[in-house]
């Protein structure tokens, strides 16, 4: 069975950081693409970034683009997400996800995920 454990969330002022895990396990994890994603109540999931299979590819959303960076440790079986100088409008409940394949290019939507975590609230305050 394949699980997707978030950690790390929680509760920062503007322009402070934090790093966010998942931990995966039932899979393959060295042959999947990892993504980040945030949602916030009302809106729809939206991509924030992902990392191909091997990590030598990665893409960000612009609204997070010079401020977050993912990563994984295929050893590790985790992937991470560092934000820095977050802002209020970082709050949200960010999801990790798996995409199954040897990704060329980093997908950016939900469809292309096979498999998500519960979720981690990060709630930034002004």
């Not at 899979?27 to 970034?49: D, H, I």
């Not at 960000?60 to 993912?70: D, L, P, T």
Request: positive net charge.
């Amino acid at each position: 069975q394949v699980q997707l454990t978030e950690s790390g969330g929680g509760l920062v002022q503007a322009g402070g950081s934090l790093r966010l895990s998942c931990a995966a396990s039932g899979l393959a994890f060295s042959t999947y693409g990892m993504g980040w994603f945030r949602q916030v109540p009302g809106k729809e999931r939206e991509f924030v970034a992902g990392i191909n299979w091997s990590g030598g590819r990665t893409y960000y959303a612009e609204s997070v683009k010079g401020r977050f960076a993912i990563s994984r440790d295929n050893a590790k079986n985790t992937v991470y997400l560092q934000m820095n100088s977050l802002k209020p409008e970082d709050t949200a409940v960010y999801y990790c996800a798996a995409g199954t394949g040897r990704w060329s290019v980093v997908k950016t939507t939900l469809k292309d995920y096979n498999y998500w975590g519960q979720g981690t609230q990060v709630n930034v305050a002004s």
